[in-house]
């Protein structure tokens, strides 16, 4: 069922078509629903993470078991691998369910560059795919790897090294964020700079703080307490005038000086107006602007695509955003369409194709067209059968 109008005799009759879809698809009674210790995630790489009763497992978009609910914990799928925990040890399953990697770890991270963070008793080292360790386990602390490179903590502080455990940077920082285009925010003493990918100071420690480079810039803070942009060349492409500032998206950075906000484009110049007591930031083309104790949507010239009549609205995802009013929540399009009603009692961003949405105490997903499964507690047995219709 398509839901593109909202008026007040469309919202009842989609509320009873609702409900009595659920309840003849999935064999439910009025008193049978969800219960309310089951829940959800959002999709990734095209599975969800159920949970009931402290137990864990995951289904795929047609309502399979891929893995049963059994697990004391799991991370959401990424790079095709979950971490899953099982009497008080982690270890991973692969997008198929299959427990590939052993229970043995005490503490876990999600797969990035195809290599994990595992703990084991004190100390932190990585492996691979196939469980085989990579990097010995020395550390203290670890971040994942980025660009083929990890920073870890040995003595309290932070150093470099590359796939083979060999270090290219000695530990020497006291602060540190992964590589982002080619270059990693590092600290020493309370000021910030950067380095390359070959550990070579190109940016130097002078400023008393700093962001990742987003877009080919980096917010960094001078000893006035102002922010700025930088380039890759340490050269000053927005001049430090702001209290606070956003990194880049799509071309433009969310800035606010006192208590007024604006967009600025890359080289400082005013895109929106400072007219509004907020500003959230620009997602797929699209701002979330506060003003008067309301939300609305204005595009990047500034026009107002939505009025700002909202109790709030999350930046869009696949194209729809998330907004609130009166305790409802529903999905907007770039139209400023109210594209599915606001009727729910809670909802979630879209993530491939599917969103979670709550309705009277019942927990289920919606698409795109606005069809609703709201799965009963018999798992396993196509409860999302329809879901990609």
């Known amino acids: 069922m398509a839901l593109r109008t909202y008026n007040k005799s469309a919202r009842n009759l989609f509320l009873g078509l609702s409900l009595l879809a659920a309840q003849v698809t999935f064999g439910q009674t009025e008193k049978k629903s969800l219960p309310s210790d089951v829940s959800f995630t959002d999709f990734q790489s095209g599975l969800v993470r159920v949970e009931k009763d402290n137990k864990v497992g995951f289904l795929d978009k047609q309502g399979k078991e891929v893995a049963p609910m059994q697990y004391e914990n799991a991370y959401d799928m990424s790079e095709d691998m979950a ?72 003595d309290g502080k932070w150093g470099l090294i590359d796939l083979k455990n060999n270090f290219i940077v000695k530990p020497q920082f006291d602060k540190v964020e992964s ?14 700079g950067f380095i390359d990918t070959k550990g070579k100071e190109v940016i130097p420690m ?23 942009y930088i380039d890759a060349n340490n050269t000053m492409q927005v001049a430090a005038l702001y209290d606070e500032a956003d990194n880049f998206s799509e071309g433009l950075a969310v800035v606010r000086n006192k208590d007024k906000w604006k967009v600025i484009g890359k080289t400082g110049e005013d895109l929106v107006a400072n007219t509004y007591d907020f500003i959230q930031g620009v997602s797929e083309g699209m701002i ?24 709030n609205i999350w930046g869009y995802s696949e194209g729809y955003a998330r907004a609130i009013n009166n305790g409802k929540y529903g999905y907007l399009d770039k139209n400023g369409q109210e594209i599915i009603p606001l009727i729910y009692d809670d909802a979630y961003n879209f993530s491939e194709g599917m969103a979670r949405i709550s309705l009277f105490g019942r927990n289920g997903f919606i698409n795109k067209n606005g069809r609703e499964v709201f799965p009963d507690n018999q798992f396993g047995k196509g409860i999302l059968s329809s879901i990609d219709d």
């Open 179 to 192: 590589f982002s285009e080619g270059l990693a925010c590092v600290a020493v003493a309370g000021k910030y």
């Open 83 to 154: 971490a899953i925990r099982k009497d008080g040890k982690w270890g991973y399953m692969n997008k198929q369910g299959k427990e590939v990697i052993p229970f043995q770890y005490d503490e876990v991270q999600n797969f990035s560059g195809s290599v994990a963070a595992v703990k084991l008793g004190e100390k932190w080292g990585f492996i691979d795919k196939k469980g085989k360790k990579k990097v010995d386990f020395d550390y203290d602390k670890v971040l994942s790897f980025k660009e083929n490179l990890a920073f870890v903590k040995k």
């Open 288 to 311: 979330i602007v506060y003003a008067n104790k309301k939300f609305g949507v204005i595009d990047k010239t500034g026009k107002e695509i939505v009025p700002l009549k909202y109790d």
């Open 206 to 228: 002078v400023y008393k703080g700093a962001k990742s480079f987003v877009e080919g810039r980096a917010a960094v803070k001078n000893e006035a307490k102002k922010w700025g």
